[in-house]
């Protein structure tokens, strides 16, 4: 069985400041952690994904997330918000090929 | 470039109108997946497709269906919508894992948002 908590519904920020979307994930087995990001009205972009070859992944736009298994957490970070990274993010595990998702982080960036 | 393909993107159809949204891949991955999303909570599985056998989720309901006429297309369709079936309905595909197993990453077309009036 497998789950993911983001815990935060809403991260507000101003632009250039450093963002940080909480993660954390239960899997029985070595879990596949990845990161998606949805606009308005768009699909969903991959940012980033945890292969197991390196705890600390870095992903598109600037984005990178540390996988932390004493902790079960995979947070997803960046140094200096954009405006443009205002949106959904989602957390997700998938040990196969049914993956589980967050309820989601939207992202607010402020001038 | 490969990609996942939805039309319409927009699709505006009557309560009780049956309706059909198609997705196209041409990445030849043999998953693909429905999704369905409403607004500000997370995408939601309502069935999907290894090859060609068809796995419904248990709480999918009997007012959703699904065709996979071959690896390339999938369809949905709604055979009569309600008011709370309006949504973003998002098709996704990815490679099988394999005999090693490993992250399967999913491939997202940009969504057909349907309104029921």
Same mark, same amino acid.
Request: proline fraction near 6%; glycine fraction near 6%.
């Given at each position: 069985?497998?789950?993911v #908590?983001q %815990?935060?519904?809403?991260?507000?920020?101003?632009?250039g #400041?450093p963002? %940080?979307?909480?993660?954390?994930y239960?899997s029985?087995y070595?879990p596949?952690l990845?990161w998606?990001v949805?606009?308005?009205?768009?699909?969903l972009?991959?940012l980033?994904k945890y292969?197991?070859?390196?705890?600390?992944?870095?992903?598109?736009?600037?984005?990178?997330a540390?996988?932390k298994?004493?902790?079960?957490?995979?947070?997803?970070?960046?140094?200096?918000?954009?405006?443009s990274?205002?949106a959904?993010y989602?957390?997700?595990?998938?040990g196969?090929?049914?993956?589980?998702?967050?309820?989601g982080?939207?992202?607010?960036v402020?001038p | 470039?490969?990609?996942v @393909?939805q039309?319409?993107?927009?699709?505006?159809?009557q309560?009780?109108?049956?309706?059909? =949204? /198609?997705c196209?891949?041409?990445l030849?991955?043999?998953?693909m997946?429905?999704y369905?999303?409403k607004s /500000?909570?997370?995408p939601k =599985?309502l069935?999907?497709y290894?090859?060609?056998d068809f796995?419904?989720?248990?709480?999918?309901?009997?007012?959703f269906?699904?065709r996979?006429?071959?690896t390339?297309f999938?369809f949905l369709? @709604?055979? /009569?919508?309600?008011l709370?079936?309006?949504?973003?309905y998002l098709?996704a595909t990815?490679? /099988?894992?394999?005999?090693?197993?490993?992250p399967?990453?999913?491939?997202f077309?940009?969504g057909?948002?349907?309104t029921v009036?």
């Open positions: 069985a497998q789950s #908590t %815990l935060d519904s809403h991260v507000s920020v101003s632009e #400041t963002v %940080l979307l909480r993660c954390n239960s029985s070595s596949s990845f998606y949805q606009h308005p009205n768009k699909g972009q991959l980033l292969t197991s070859a390196a705890t600390l992944v870095k992903g598109i736009n600037g984005f990178e540390e996988f298994k004493s902790e079960t957490s995979f947070h997803l970070t960046k140094p200096s918000a954009h405006m990274d205002a959904e989602f957390c997700v595990v998938g196969s090929y049914i993956p589980t998702f967050g309820r982080t939207s992202l607010i402020h | 470039d490969a990609m @393909i039309n319409p993107r927009y699709q505006v159809t309560f009780g109108k049956p309706v059909t =949204l /198609s196209s891949q041409t030849n991955h043999n998953v997946y429905w369905q999303q /500000s909570q997370a =599985l069935f999907h290894y090859d060609k796995n419904n989720e248990a709480d999918t309901p009997d007012n269906q699904s996979r006429p071959n390339s999938c369709d @709604i055979r /009569s919508p309600g709370g079936d309006a949504a973003m098709c990815s490679k /099988s894992p394999g005999l090693a197993g490993g399967v990453e999913q491939f077309g940009p057909t948002r349907l009036l």
